[in-house]
């Protein structure tokens, strides 16, 4: 009965994390580097950065961000050693708004001096119960951060990802470049095909 139950369950499971349709996922080169705070040096480090896009037909494209952060969490074992958050398309102006918050509060903090840890915004990650908190993190008067957060189900997750002024600016470029169409113009095929 148990044997059942459980091949009931392996079938529903699979049925639910299989697409509807087929999806491209094309790596890309990220001109920008999420940072992660480096309790030796005592200062958040620039760690290797990439992006995944996720194409489908029937879906709205999705970004994923992934960095190998050295301080590895239960997530990032699951994902192949990458921390990571994933976007949609459909989001994209409440990502880029976020990120404007961020770059308006970053010259305000600067100027006075101030030193703060706010959310700036939740918005919708690559599902409904997904989220992507945004916030404002200042290491000291003159760091400020903006940081990416994955949350489900009102629990936002370890860990966060950094990203220094320059840095913010080139992911909200990347962001608004996806929402144009322009980031993808290789297709894996393209790749596929030079390397027979």
């Known amino acids: 009965m148990l044997k059942y139950f459980l091949s009931i369950f392996a079938i529903i499971t699979l049925a639910i994390s299989t697409p509807a349709s087929a999806k491209e996922k094309i790596r890309l080169d990220a001109s920008f580097k999420a940072m992660e705070f480096n309790s030796a040096a005592s200062q958040y480090m620039k760690r290797p950065t990439f992006l995944e896009l996720i194409v489908s037909k029937k879906r709205t494209s999705q970004l994923w961000i992934y960095s190998d952060f ?7 074992r ?7 958050v994933s976007q949609s398309v459909t989001s994209a102006d409440d990502y880029i708004a ?6 308006s509060w ?3 903090a600067s100027a006075d001096g101030d030193i703060i840890d706010k959310e700036i915004s939740k918005v919708m990650g690559r ?3 997904l989220k992507v908190k945004f916030g404002f ?3 000291n008067a003159q760091s400020h951060y903006l940081t990416l957060q994955h949350c489900a189900v009102g629990t936002c997750m370890e860990p966060v990802m950094a990203f220094d002024i320059e840095n913010a600016k080139l992911l909200k470029e990347t962001i608004v470049t996806w929402k144009a169409g322009q ?3 290789i297709t894996k095929e393209d790749v596929d095909d030079k390397y027979k």
Do not use: N, P, R, W
């Not at 050295?70 to 990032?76: E, F, L, M, N």
């Not at 976020?98 to 770059?103: C, E, M, P, Q, W």
């Open 183 to 185: 980031l993808q113009t």
């Open 98 to 103: 976020a990120i404007d918050k961020y770059v």
């Open 78 to 84: 699951a994902m192949k050693g990458y921390e990571f």
């Open 127 to 129: 599902k409904k119960s």
């Open 70 to 76: 050295i301080k590895k969490s239960d997530t990032a």
């Open 106 to 108: 970053h010259g305000i």
């Open 137 to 139: 993190y200042s290491a």
